[in-house]
């Protein structure tokens, strides 16, 4: 049996389960130069939401009724294809479907006896990339400064820490669970965590936990929490905009401080980052980050999901922070 997620709804506000439809399709065959793929697991991300817009953007919206697809890790199970053999474990950005067709184009062979097959979808995959790059190409952290990351439990945020305290950095991080803050501390190395949803007054808790001030800010999530973190900034101090949960199910633009005039006298830098402008750079971060995951100074964590149908479920979970790490559907 073969099936397929399709977008039904573009949804308005925080998605639900009705703006997903699973239907039953039919098991297809690899002609020449195609193989078959069996997906194993699937990564469900807050970029996502932003694809079920019909808006302008990096990248092309979901079409209505018709495959939503993300990163996967997936199986070789047949193969006319010379460059791939049956067994081989592949990634790439595939169609939410049980079972598909692919030319090879745009697929990564994957080893693994490198890390779990899920790791490739986390620390060693496209969140682990874009962990190293934004912050040390755009954050450049200095040892003895501090980094401040909002959405630090999650895979991204939670690899940022971890990288900043690699290179000396005193890290706080932001999360919203006193569980999630107690992981940040205890497995991911965390000097200081903050709970934003226990916390009146986040400029205060930032000034406590970072007593220097910020210097480099690496941002998941924007709105409140970013704009406390904004007034602790110090001068010449660096902002990653990496991601914007707290707005992507807004339903009108929201208005938040002015940051020109704080901008201008602390001579701040901020910057929008998309993983993929950076791809020439994706084998030297791959290296890098399995290279400190081998010595045991990079930790990673998983939210495993079991079964294909609940895809839709672990994404919507993410607006609800049922995740810890990387969320993962196992196939």
């Known amino acids: 049996m073969n099936?397929?997620?399709?977008?039904?709804?573009?949804?308005?506000?925080?998605?639900?389960?009705?703006?997903?439809?699973?239907?039953?399709?039919?098991?297809?065959?690899?002609?020449?130069?195609?193989?078959?793929?069996?997906?194993?697991?699937v990564s469900v991300d807050p970029y996502l939401r932003?694809?079920?817009?019909?808006?302008?953007?990096?990248?092309?919206?979901?079409?209505?009724?018709?495959?939503?697809?993300?990163?996967?890790?997936?199986?070789?199970?047949?193969?006319?294809?010379?460059?791939?053999?049956?067994?081989?474990?592949?990634?790439?950005?595939?169609?939410?479907?049980?079972?598909?067709?692919?030319n090879g184009n745009g697929l990564r062979k994957i080893n693994p006896d490198l890390a779990p097959l899920s790791a490739h979808l986390g620390v060693l995959g496209l969140t682990g990339i874009a962990a190293f790059i934004g912050l040390?190409?755009?954050?450049?952290?200095?040892?003895?400064?501090?980094?401040?990351?909002?959405?630090?439990?999650?895979?991204?945020?939670?690899v940022v820490g971890q990288i900043?305290?690699?290179?000396?950095?005193?890290?706080?991080?932001?999360a919203g669970s006193d569980e999630k803050v107690e992981l940040l501390k205890s497995k991911f190395g965390f000097d200081a965590a903050i709970n934003y949803k226990t916390t009146?007054?986040?400029?205060?808790?930032?000034?406590?936990?970072?007593?220097?001030?910020?210097d480099v800010y690496f941002d998941n999530v924007a709105g409140d929490i970013s704009d406390g973190?904004?007034?602790?900034?110090?001068?010449?101090?660096?902002?990653i905009n990496c991601g914007a949960i707290a707005l992507y199910n807004a339903t009108s633009v929201p208005t938040g401080p002015r940051l020109e005039p704080m901008m201008v006298q602390k001579r701040l830098s901020m910057q929008g980052f998309i993983v993929s402008d950076?791809?020439?750079?994706?084998?030297?971060?791959?290296?890098?980050?399995?290279?400190?995951?081998?010595?045991?100074?990079?930790?990673y964590a998983e939210t495993i999901v079991e079964g294909f149908d609940n895809i839709p479920n672990a994404f919507l979970g993410l607006f609800e922070g049922d995740n810890k790490g990387k969320m993962i559907v196992k196939i």
């Open 3 to 41: 099936k397929v997620i399709k977008l039904a709804n573009r949804p308005t506000g925080k998605p639900v389960s009705s703006d997903f439809k699973i239907e039953e399709i039919k098991k297809p065959s690899p002609s020449d130069g195609e193989m078959l793929l069996k997906p194993k697991f």
């Open 50 to 102: 932003g694809r079920m817009r019909d808006v302008e953007s990096y990248v092309d919206p979901f079409k209505l009724n018709k495959a939503i697809s993300s990163p996967i890790v997936a199986e070789v199970i047949s193969s006319e294809n010379t460059s791939f053999e049956k067994g081989d474990y592949v990634t790439a950005e595939l169609e939410w479907k049980k079972y598909q067709l692919s």
């Open 136 to 158: 040390t190409e755009i954050g450049v952290p200095k040892e003895e400064e501090t980094l401040v990351v909002s959405g630090a439990a999650g895979a991204v945020g939670s």
């Open 164 to 174: 900043g305290k690699i290179k000396g950095c005193h890290v706080v991080g932001i």
């Open 200 to 214: 009146e007054n986040m400029s205060n808790a930032i000034s406590q936990a970072a007593e220097s001030g910020v």
């Open 229 to 239: 973190v904004y007034q602790n900034m110090n001068n010449f101090g660096r902002i």
């Open 278 to 299: 950076y791809q020439e750079k994706f084998p030297e971060a791959v290296k890098q980050l399995a290279k400190w995951l081998k010595k045991g100074e990079l930790e």
